[in-house]
């Protein structure tokens, strides 16, 4: 989906990935839990706990201000 979504202008490794998924449920960001196990391999599932979702948003906001700062800098010669 990332992939798809940036129409194809960021990848992401699956290692990368799995790194980034195994440090936000070591730091209590998101949960798991086994799905159902029905013609082959048991998948985990993860979904972003209530935790989680007040550190996005507070990345959220740290990102806005820093395209406040950056952007002027940015459309300089536009002025």
Known sequence: ??????????????TTL????????????IDSYLGDNSGGRQRTYYHINASGLAYF???????ALTQAVVDPFIHWEEQ
């Open 1 to 14: 989906d990332i992939e798809r979504i940036s129409a194809g202008k960021y990848t992401i490794k699956e």
């Open 57 to 63: 948003h507070e990345k959220c906001e740290e990102w």
């Open 18 to 29: 799995y790194s980034a998924i195994a440090r936000l449920q070591k730091n209590g960001m």
